[in-house]
């Protein structure tokens, strides 16, 4: 059940009550018999389980596509250099003995 908070229009005296949502709201301040009225404050949320940060909504396609479509973090560029192949590349030439001149 929730904890309502009422404010007396007269002596401005604070009062909580543990009502069903059923229930009808006080109008009667206990202390001085003054109009009570609802007081509206912020309400404490705690998220528990997955899907409420950003890290957690994020699925294998959706981070593909993240990484594909902006640059790679400095860190990341060194996962991003090919690796050296066996192959010979175009610009390599074959070495081949050279006539000395004596």
Known sequence: MPTY????????????AVQKFSD?????CPECGGE???VFSAVGIV???SGFYKNDSRGASST??????SPAPASDA?????APSSAPSATTTPSTPTPSSD
């Open 5 to 16: 908070e009422y404010e007396c229009t007269q002596c401005h005296k604070r009062t909580e």
């Open 24 to 28: 009808a709201p006080l109008t009667v």
């Open 36 to 38: 009570l009225r609802k």
């Open 47 to 49: 998220f528990k389980g």
């Open 64 to 69: 593909a596509t993240h990484s594909a479509s």
């Open 78 to 82: 060194s996962s991003s250099t090919p």
